[in-house]
């Protein structure tokens, strides 16, 4: 009697790095642009004023809504009232920009001082009318995106419970003028169509902070389905927070929001979708189909849509086809960004990542392991909280043709003649749906077609003898 061998498992490592990304306060940089009616507050020393200066340097010609509250020495030795110079800074928030919500982000100073912002925040806010929502997205958090993801939880405690309370004749009236004009030039058959596009299914609300384009076209797939998005948290304004009541469903699109989704279950008795991130068309599809298999539903043209994109992609893809990465780990995007790398045709040697949620990456390391097989590729390693150093000898042993990396690694591993990418950079640029596909291969063979262009030109021999030199 011969033992069938078990198909090969992701093998999970732990070793004692620190946690090399960006401070998660840097989150204000792309929530303040989201959520259009927001003021952010940063509540930390002058470290963190420089940190957000630095890392928003590009929009000195924009009128960001944050700002910084800087505690002196005074505020630290508790010689002042911490409530009243909240309050001073909060009016002039509310006199210069009359926002409808202000976010206190808390930093490493007020978590070690141990300031009571949450005790602070709800006088204040009836004091001076404006809601006020506290989220410590502070340098303990383990990557720099899981500041959003501290933001949403705090936000998700806002999210009414019920429907808005029943229209007057005039905004009835309103509402009646404005779904006129959107349906305007439309047949009477095609407007009905428009509603029995949707089948019956319980609400559903999104979570995770995308542009409104990506926002649009991800509710435009699941709508071909014929499922209806009742939300999304966060809304393009906090005055249009999503109605969230026991037993709405949710579902995430990115892979660093699991305090989000455990307050929206533990708290709001939500039932969580768990289902790959919408990453590549790989994930898209897969993302799409666990929602539709939650609602009974069954999805329809997914393999002609997912063809369809891999197909206007053919000509970046044969460039990393048969190529390795190496993953050191920054922003908690490295999973689905693997397995879809994994989908083009690439080895990837190592996963490196600040901090591993299993229960929440549950369906995506599925995902992964089963591209994996089906692509004929060895499982990679993945190390959670890498030691870089250890890191360092790996690359240089396994040789990868990309490393995507933190900031900090990127120049020292070009000067030894290794291709890097920046992760930072997934973070912002638009990564989700099938029509983005081409972004994220734009952004991973970019590193590739510079070096290929330049020893075309004969330069690559002219950077060798500047480094010796």
């Known amino acids: 009697m011969t033992i069938a061998q078990q198909p090969e498992a992701l093998n ?35 470290t963190c004023g420089y940190f957000l200066q630095n890392a ?67 006088k204040l806010e009836s004091d001076i009318g404006i809601p006020i929502v506290v989220a410590r997205a502070n340098g303990l958090d383990y990557a720099f995106t899981q500041g959003e993801d501290t933001v949403l939880a705090a936000m998700a405690h806002r999210c009414p419970t019920k429907a808005p309370a029943a229209e007057t004749e005039t905004e009835k009236s309103d509402r009646n003028a404005i779904q006129k004009l959107l349906n305007f030039g439309k047949k009477k ?9 949707y089948v019956d299914h319980p609400p559903l609300v999104l979570f995770g902070s995308l542009p409104d384009p990506v926002v649009t076209q991800l509710t435009l797939e699941l709508k071909k389905q014929g499922i209806r998005v009742s939300g999304w948290l966060p809304a393009k304004r906090f ?64 393999d002609e849509r997912e063809a369809q994109i891999w197909e206007s992609v053919e000509d970046y893809v044969k460039l990393i ?22 989908r083009c045709g690439m080895t990837v040697q190592e996963i490196g990542i600040p901090y591993m949620d299993k229960r929440y990456q549950a369906a995506e390391l599925a995902l992964l392991e089963k591209t994996c097989h089906e692509m004929g590729v060895p499982l990679p390693r993945i ?68 070096n290929t262009n330049l020893q075309d030109m004969g330069w690559d021999k002219l950077v060798k003898e500047e480094a010796k030199i």
């Open 12 to 46: 999970f490592e732990c070793e004692t790095g620190n946690y090399h990304t960006f401070c998660p306060i840097s989150c204000v940089a792309w929530l303040y642009q989201k959520i259009e009616d927001s003021f952010f507050l940063v509540i930390g020393t002058k």
């Open 56 to 122: 928003m340097g590009v929009m000195i010609f924009a009128e960001p809504r944050y700002a910084m509250a800087e505690l002196e020495e005074g505020d630290i030795s508790a010689q002042l009232n911490d409530y009243e110079e909240l309050k001073r800074l909060c009016l002039q928030i509310k006199r210069d920009r009359n926002p409808s919500v202000i976010v206190w982000i808390g930093t490493c100073t007020t978590e070690i001082i141990k300031t009571d912002l949450e005790g602070l925040a709800p």
């Open 189 to 197: 058959e095609e407007v009905i169509q428009d509603e029995s596009e």
């Open 239 to 302: 005055t249009e927070l999503p109605v969230i009541e026991e037993g709405y469903y949710v579902a995430g699109v990115n892979p660093f929001l699991s305090r989000t989704a455990t307050t929206l279950m533990r708290r709001r008795k939500c039932k969580l979708i768990g289902a790959p991130f919408p990453i590549g068309p790989d994930g898209t599809r897969a993302w799409v189909e666990k929602i539709c298999s939650v609602f009974g539903i069954t999805p329809k043209g997914l």
């Open 321 to 342: 086809r048969g190529k390795s990465v190496f993953f050191m780990g920054d922003n908690l995007l490295e999973i689905s960004q693997a397995r879809f790398l994994v």
């Open 383 to 450: 190390v959670e909280k890498p030691d870089n150093y250890n890191q360092l000898q790996r690359i240089y042993e396994s040789k990868p043709d990309l490393v995507i990396t933190g900031m900090a690694h990127a120049n020292p591993l070009e000067a030894r003649g290794i291709n890097t990418k920046w992760s930072v950079e997934f973070t912002f640029a638009q990564i989700h749906g099938f029509t983005n596909t081409r972004d994220i291969l734009e952004l991973v063979t970019r590193p590739l077609r510079r």
